[in-house]
Each structure stands twice: as structure tokens, then as C-alpha cells.
């Protein structure tokens, strides 16, 4: 009896200690899988923390793009109307040019047909009657006021020569109509 209760508390032991080994296996064992589920845990947080900051950067950049391609179509459109108005700016100027253009050939004719200061003037103003009607002056010099500035656009008149330019023919019967509309008739 004895030998065998010292083989069945020796088999116990035994057991005990395979059992205690087991168990100390197993607690390795749950702590590394412990571990290991930790870190796979932060890599998934840590991924997901990538992958939100990437769909944030993404509508980051679709607005950016929106934003892009509104102010691509607004300076298309601005472009578009400045190209209009420059058209249009330059159809007028080109009209005035024209206008200009004749007005200068037109005074041009004029200044190369007033006489010479050796020439006997028709009148007061130094232009023939031809010329009076063709720059409709409706006036005659003995109507012109003898004010001192009626004087001088009467002196201007006297004074054009056939070298004198458009322009002067210009500034003088400038002077004639601003003394008649300032005096009147007398």
C-alpha cells in the first residue's frame, strides 16, 4: 500500500508540474497574443488616422479644384469682355480717326485756298465770298463787334496765309463764332 500511494503521489506531482508548466504556457501564450492584438490594434488606429487625413487632404483638393476652375471660367469671361470692349473701344477710335481724317483734309482745302497777304481781301476777314459760304459764316465783317477780342479774332482772320495749316484755320474761325456768340450782332 505504501508503494503504491508513493507512486500515485509521485504521479501527481508529476501532473502538478506538467500542469503548472501548462499553465504557464498558456499565460505566455496569452500574453503574446495580448500583445500582438495591442499592436495590430494601434496599426489599424494608425491606418485609420491615415485614411481620414487622406479623404480630408482629398476634399481639400476638390475644393481647390472647384475653386480653380471658377476662377478659370470668371477670368475666361473677363477676358472675353475686355476683348468685346477693346473691339469696341477701337471701332470708335477708328470712326473718330475717320472723322478726324476728313475734318483735317476738309480744313486742309480751306487753308490752301485763302489768299495771300498780298492779295486783296474780299472783306474784313481776308476770305472771298466763296469761302464765307463754304464755312457757312453767315456774317459780314462790318457786323463783327469792335471789342477788343472781336478785334482780335478779326486780326487772326486778316492775318491766314495759304501756308497756314488746318489747325490755324481752325483756331481763327473758332475765335469768329466765339466773339459773334458772346457779342452777337451788332
Given at each position: 500500500m505504501?508503494?503504491?500511494?508513493?507512486?500515485?503521489?509521485?504521479?501527481?506531482?508529476?501532473?502538478?508540474?506538467?500542469?503548472?508548466?501548462?499553465?504557464?504556457?498558456?499565460a505566455?501564450?496569452?500574453?503574446?497574443?495580448?500583445?500582438?492584438?495591442?499592436?495590430?490594434?494601434?496599426?489599424?488606429?494608425?491606418?485609420?488616422?491615415?485614411?481620414?487625413?487622406?479623404?480630408?487632404?482629398?476634399?481639400?483638393?476638390?475644393?481647390?479644384?472647384?475653386?480653380?476652375?471658377?476662377?478659370?471660367?470668371?477670368?475666361?469671361?473677363?477676358?472675353?469682355?475686355n476683348?468685346?470692349?477693346?473691339?469696341?473701344?477701337?471701332?470708335?477710335?477708328?470712326?473718330?480717326?475717320?472723322?478726324?481724317?476728313?475734318?483735317?483734309?476738309?480744313?486742309?482745302?480751306?487753308?490752301?485756298?485763302?489768299?495771300?497777304?498780298?492779295a486783296?481781301?474780299?472783306?474784313?476777314?481776308?476770305?472771298?465770298?466763296?469761302?464765307?459760304?463754304?464755312?457757312?459764316?453767315?456774317?459780314?465783317?462790318?457786323?463783327?463787334?469792335r471789342?477788343?477780342?472781336?478785334?482780335?479774332?478779326?486780326?487772326?482772320?486778316?492775318?491766314?496765309?495759304?501756308?497756314d495749316?488746318?489747325?490755324?484755320?481752325?483756331?481763327?474761325?473758332?475765335?469768329?463764332?466765339?466773339?459773334?456768340?458772346?457779342?452777337?450782332p451788332?
Open positions: 505504501s508503494a503504491a500511494r508513493d507512486a500515485l503521489v509521485s504521479r501527481l506531482g508529476e501532473a502538478e508540474g506538467r500542469t503548472e508548466a501548462s499553465e504557464e504556457r498558456t505566455y501564450c496569452e500574453r503574446e497574443l495580448q500583445q500582438q492584438l495591442e499592436r495590430h490594434a494601434e496599426e489599424l488606429d494608425i491606418r485609420d488616422q491615415e485614411v481620414v487625413r487622406a479623404q480630408a487632404a482629398m476634399k481639400r483638393l476638390e475644393k481647390e479644384m472647384a475653386l480653380a476652375a471658377r476662377a478659370h471660367e470668371a477670368a475666361a469671361a473677363a477676358a472675353e469682355e476683348v468685346c470692349s477693346a473691339q469696341s473701344k477701337q471701332a470708335v477710335a477708328m470712326e473718330r480717326a475717320e472723322e478726324l481724317q476728313e475734318e483735317m483734309q476738309r480744313m486742309s482745302r480751306i487753308s490752301a485756298a485763302q489768299p495771300t497777304k498780298s486783296k481781301p474780299a472783306n474784313a476777314f481776308g476770305l472771298s465770298s466763296l469761302e464765307l459760304d463754304t464755312l457757312n459764316l453767315k456774317v459780314v465783317s462790318e457786323r463783327l463787334p471789342d477788343v477780342e472781336a478785334v482780335s479774332a478779326e486780326r487772326y482772320a486778316c492775318n491766314m496765309t495759304s501756308k495749316t488746318a489747325e490755324d484755320a481752325a483756331t481763327w474761325l473758332w475765335r469768329i463764332s466765339t466773339s459773334l456768340r458772346i457779342y452777337g451788332s
